[in-house]
């Protein structure tokens, strides 16, 4: 039940963000164990002006196609899980779109059962 939200500058085309969040589910599906339809994401494009980053922080050099993932997580993940998962989406990213390694920031977070709500105001712990 991972939601995402991915912050990156305007331009890309719609097939280009398909592709961005095909790569993502597809990586989510093999290292984190997401099931095909949990696929909750949003594209937050942002100006310059906007997206404030640094360029060399524990990275070789980010450019203007710098994008972050901001994934919640809804069941904790294993060190190796969430190691293999970012070396996996920067993979396929560079492969598929030619988006530099450098230029991939995710962040992870994990909360629980009870903080997510689907619809009807049920909280995910009660359909257990």
């Known amino acids: 039940?991972?939601?995402?939200?991915?912050?990156?500058?305007?331009?890309?085309?719609?097939?280009q963000l398909a592709r961005i969040s095909d790569i993502l589910q597809q990586c989510l599906e093999a290292e984190f164990a997401v099931p095909p339809r949990d696929r909750f994401q949003i594209f937050e494009e942002l100006p310059p002006g906007r997206h404030v980053?640094?360029?060399?922080?524990?990275?070789?050099?980010?450019?203007?196609?710098?994008i972050q993932f901001h994934i919640l997580a809804g069941k904790p993940r294993t060190l190796e899980q969430k190691q293999n998962f970012c070396r996996l989406l920067c993979e396929r990213l560079h492969a598929a779109l030619a988006i530099h390694p450098d230029d991939?920031?995710?962040m992870i977070r994990f909360n629980t059962a009870d903080d997510w709500s689907f619809s009807q105001g049920r909280m995910l712990s009660e359909e257990v």
């Open 1 to 15: 039940m991972p939601f995402t939200r991915i912050s990156l500058r305007p331009g890309y085309s719609d097939a």
């Open 53 to 66: 980053f640094d360029r060399h922080y524990k990275s070789n050099g980010r450019s203007d196609n710098f």
């Open 104 to 106: 991939v920031m995710v």
